[in-house]
């Protein structure tokens, strides 16, 4: 697929050297450099130790050193010298080491490379796979390392701790990579001697091996979950082929990229349904369905969508959308081709990444307008790596903008609640002790006009009932958890992730809950496009929106079940290489592809992302399987749309 970079890329150098002809879909192994590929590990201590002395220090100790190795080097001295990484001690520290790195290290690269390693990269080039590094080191440190170890001309694509603004173990390296190489992630494993290469795998979708040589011991290795575990070099790049099959798999990237960068079509049919083909085709092709079988489901879906109508040709511009009035339009659905335009032409001088940190953060509050429907092409689209989705979804998203208000949110001051599942069981509770009046509220809330509400929204129903319930608001809705400033948003959208599943699981086949599953997805891909000051307000957003769902239909799962169904997954994981498990994906994905409600197909891809991305958590294989069904048209539909 053509790539859409969702970062800067200044330094990272990608050469491609011979026999990495491509001849299907790109496969990529990545490796982390010092401790896999290279025995620096012990040089490094005395390079520390060095720097050490040069700052006129006492030197400190080697295993303290080495629990530092695979972090970056900013990172390593200011819990070394216990300062923040900003304090001009670090500064120094990294200038001296790296200048101890040059005399102590460079020297003698050559016989640090561990056993087997010229051989198996040799190896996995012959059969066709890409070789890259991911390395916490500084870009021009790497480079000098890998070509003084005489294996520089093996690696393809480089991606150093500079080249990324969040390195290990978050997922930008990985996700850099693939972008650089317009691979996907199920084509890819990341090999590491540390649990930070391999929570950075598992946080981009990868696959991984461990390799027990390096500074991580077996069991702290096995804490991570990788997919595979290597003793030596030779034995990784075993695993590396058995994950990465010669044939690559059945894909046909061009096939795929051409459905989803036509623009023969409108975003939108009769009147605010959304187009949600190109949903379809990114998870087809993510669950690995032949080509030609994703291009019959595009047909079938263009022809006679599942509400038993067609997908509508995309309309003309009708006016010019630019800096000075884009904001004007923005929710009143007003010409989607000119938003389109106005976004293409702002991503040819700005770049994708800087189109995404310019302009979406002042979407994001409208996420959950067109029913999440716009978040989740934006999301997806990044995702895929596809240029002309990313525009439609950004241009959705300020067409179909529906605010959920987050100027509105004050702290919580509900007890106990340090995440995510604590805090919508609170929330339940006082349902459950207030349903009565509450669901009271809603119905006479939802029963009345606003003039803030686009008139097309009053034919759909579950739309207007959350642009209502957004417009209003509850206290509840706006009480921020203490979880999402206090803790990385990783680990929110994990948890997240977790809890919306199980409050899938408790309503099996609700259409608005999974919007909920696959819409998560998406802004989990587009946080991290945002700058890092972004990534906490896209989980707030999230959590605002999410609530506003909920409460707009009346009623709120009952604390019991929710609590049952957690207690039931919280722990239940599965063995990943069980032969069962595949089988059970192979049935899911089978009757996703003869579905013709596209909502099954991408309820089956989020799922078996998320399986593997948590090490086998059972609760996503269970949820894969309950499948949604087409809702039937309210009576508002005898009424012709408002366009």
């Known amino acids: 697929m053509t790539t859409t970079q969702v970062e800067t890329v200044p330094t990272t150098t990608s050469t491609v050297p011979a026999g990495t002809e491509k001849t299907g879909p ?3 192994a990545m490796f982390d450099l010092d401790g896999t590929l290279v025995d620096s590990p012990r040089a490094i201590v005395e390079a520390f130790a060095a720097a050490f002395w040069a700052m006129g220090l006492a030197p400190r100790d080697p295993a303290d050193i080495r629990a530092t190795i695979g972090l970056p080097l900013e990172q390593a001295f200011g819990k070394l010298l216990g300062v923040p990484q900003n304090d ?38 012959r059969h066709g796979v890409v070789v890259t590094v991911a390395t916490s080191k500084f870009h021009a440190s790497a480079d000098a390392l890998l070509t003084a170890a005489g294996l520089r001309d093996h690696v393809t694509t480089l991606v150093g701790a500079d080249d990324v603004t969040r390195p290990k173990p978050h997922p930008e390296s990985g996700l850099l990579i693939l972008g650089e190489l317009g691979a996907r992630p199920e084509h890819a494993v990341m090999v590491g001697d540390t649990t930070h290469d391999l929570k950075m795998a598992t946080a981009a979708g990868l696959a991984s091996v461990a390799v027990t040589y390096g500074v991580h ?75 030609g079988r994703i291009k019959a489901y595009h047909d079938n879906y263009i022809a006679l969508t599942p509400y038993g109508c067609r997908v509508e040709p995309a309309r003309p511009p009708q006016r010019l959308i630019d800096d000075g009035n884009w904001l004007e339009h923005l929710g009143r659905r007003e010409d989607f081709a000119a938003y389109c335009a106005f976004f293409d032409r702002r991503e040819r001088e700005l770049g994708m990444a800087g189109l995404l940190r310019q302009y979406v953060p002042r979407l994001l509050a409208g996420w959950a307008g067109a029913l999440q429907h716009a978040t989740i092409h934006l999301g997806w689209a990044l995702d895929a790596g596809n240029r002309r989705m990313a525009i439609e979804g950004i241009a959705y998203l300020a067409f179909a903008y529906v605010d959920c208000h987050p100027e509105r949110a004050v702290p919580s001051e509900a007890p106990g609640t340090d995440k995510p599942g604590d805090s919508l069981l609170s929330i339940a509770r006082h349902w459950e002790e207030n349903g009565p009046r509450l669901g009271a509220w809603v119905e006479d809330l939802v029963g009345t006009t606003s003039a803030d509400i686009h008139p097309e929204l009053l034919r759909s129903g579950l739309q207007y009932r959350i642009a209502r319930m957004l417009g209003e608001g509850h206290p509840l809705m706006y009480g921020t958890p203490s979880w999402i400033a206090a803790q990385d948003p990783d680990t929110s959208w994990e948890q997240l992730a977790y809890l919306v599943t199980v409050l899938y699981l408790t309503e099996p086949g609700d259409f608005l809950l999974l919007h909920l599953v696959t819409a998560l997805h998406a802004m989990r891909h587009i946080a991290d496009a945002l700058p890092a000051e972004q990534q906490r307000r896209a989980v707030a ?36 290489d069980d032969p069962r498990w595949a089988r059970e994906w192979d049935w899911h994905i089978a009757r996703a592809v003869e579905e013709e409600e596209e909502h099954n197909a991408k309820l089956v891809y989020v799922m078996r992302e998320l399986w593997r991305g948590s090490g086998g958590r059972s609760v996503y294989r269970v949820a894969a399987g309950q499948f949604t069904t087409t809702p039937e048209l309210p009576a508002t539909f005898e009424q012709p749309p408002v366009d």
Do not use: M
């Open 26 to 28: 790109t496969r990529v």
């Open 88 to 125: 001009p001690s670090v500064a120094d520290g990294v200038a001296r080491y790296q200048e101890a790195f040059r005399t102590l290290i460079l020297p003698r690269a050559h016989s640090l490379v561990f056993p087997g390693v010229p051989e198996g990269l040799a190896e996995l080039r």
């Open 217 to 291: 011991e077996r069991a702290e290795l096995e804490t991570a979950s990788p997919t595979h575990v290597a003793d030596t070099f030779a034995q990784a790049v075993e695993q590396i082929l058995a994950v990465l099959p010669a044939d690559g798999g059945p894909e046909d990237t061009g096939t795929v990229e051409s459905l989803l960068d036509d623009s023969s079509y409108h975003i939108e049919f009769n009147g605010h349904l959304t187009n949600h083909i190109k949903h379809a085709v990114v998870a087809l092709a993510g669950l690995g369905v032949d080509p």
């Open 541 to 576: 957003c999230y959590w605002t929106g999410i609530l506003g769902v909920l409460f707009s239909r009346g009623h709120f799962v009952a604390p019991a079940k929710l609590t049952a169904i957690d207690n039931l997954f919280d722990t239940a994981l599965d063995d990943l």
